[in-house]
């Protein structure tokens, strides 16, 4: 999968990146209003009857991709790229349907969609695939990746090679790591700069254990709950505190009802491009090849271009008055240490590869 990454990168840089526009063939549907996340069956008969999708000519095999999130989300814009890749590279033979704004489910259901076969593809956090393979979780130990070019080494590596392949088994596939980047802790208490200023704060948790035990060790009171569910339960109160990449409080609008913003390199959001494993069974070897390429390229692009989009989101919410912060120096290495014990329950849950995922950082700096 990542033998190609190296030279695609060359050529990429070279040759400037193309516009991520919905250009091509590619088939939105139809723009929804509210928060991300409708969930469940109704989402899906919705989405399928308040959208309109131009029928694919000839014989062309349907593609059918689904975001939580909305159309000119940081990461949506590389997914949207993908998308006119592989329409490019199979010649129109794959046309793909891009479903947005969380209109055929939440993440955890778009993947059970996929693993029956009602829908073809998706993006979506390591944490979030952990639910269906627990391994993937190791992407996501605490202050795991001190740098973006370090996490990109990983993840183009035989290590990244050997969490992809824990997903074998479960009806989808993955098929690259995208970039989601380091995350902002933000909440309406205070500014937040030491470990110590984490203590008591009621923060939202996903489901995976790691970043459970995570909010446990820095003295913090995780409840678990949806993103969907995030923007009422902080603006009614019930959680202070959330952790998330810039573009995810940008899409939701918590940074209106959040006062402080943290940068947070504790975390780092690493993306799974996944497909159905009965849709990528349709395909030719060469249709195959081609979605692999589209990946490789979308992956490329957007490494190049998301940081730039991160710094316009923290000047959007500079402009809406929000305190913005970093920890100081010293407590990242306090929170690590903090932090053992969820090395230690992923050493004994998932075995040496959590060993040997630090050696090879450690080798790195």
Not at 108 to 132: D, K, P, Y
Request: glycine share 8%; aromatic share 8%.
């Amino acid at each position: 999968m990542k033998k190609a990454m190296s030279i695609l990168l060359s050529a990429v840089m070279v040759l400037g990146m193309a516009s991520c526009g919905s250009g091509g063939g590619t088939t939105t549907a139809a723009e929804t209003t509210g928060a991300a996340g409708t969930t469940g069956a109704a989402a899906a008969t919705t989405a399928q009857a308040d959208t309109t999708k131009a029928e694919p000519s000839g014989d062309a095999i349907v593609c059918k991709l689904a975001l939580t999130v909305s159309a000119d989300h940081a990461y949506a814009k590389a997914y949207q790229k993908m998308a006119d890749l592989i329409e490019e590279k199979t010649g129109g033979a794959v046309k793909c349907e891009m479903y947005y704004d969380g209109q055929m489910g939440t993440d955890r259901e778009v993947i059970e969609s996929m693993q029956m076969g009602m829908m073809s593809g998706t993006m979506c956090s390591t944490n979030t695939f952990s639910i269906f393979a627990p391994g993937l979780e190791v992407f996501d130990l605490p202050a795991l990746f001190p740098t973006r070019e370090i996490a990109y080494a990983i993840q183009d590596g035989e290590l990244g090679q050997e969490v992809m392949d824990l997903l074998n088994g479960t009806g989808v596939t993955g098929y690259g790591f995208m970039e989601g980047g380091y995350y902002y802790l933000t909440n309406n208490k205070n500014e937040i700069t030491t470990m110590d200023q984490l203590k008591g704060l009621k923060v939202r948790s996903q489901e995976a254990t790691a970043q459970k035990m995570t909010w446990e060790c820095l003295g913090m009171l995780p409840t678990i709950m949806s993103f969907s569910e995030l923007f009422t339960a902080l603006q009614q109160g019930v959680i202070d505190s959330q952790c998330n990449i810039a573009p995810n409080v940008i899409n939701s609008k918590v940074y209106e009802v959040q006062k402080y913003v943290t940068d947070f390199p504790v975390m780092y959001m690493t993306l799974i491009v996944a497909f159905s494993d009965q849709f990528m069974n349709q395909l030719t070897d060469e249709q195959k090849q081609a979605v692999q390429e589209a990946v490789d390229e979308a992956i490329l692009w957007h490494r190049e271009n998301n940081q730039k989009l991160v710094e316009e989101d923290l000047k959007t919410m500079e402009a809406n008055g929000n305190v913005i912060s970093k920890l100081a120096d010293g407590e990242l290495d306090k929170i690590r240490e903090a932090c053992e014990p969820v090395y230690e329950y992923a050493l004994e849950a998932h075995g040496d590869i959590v060993t040997r995922l630090n050696d090879a950082v450690e080798a790195m700096k």
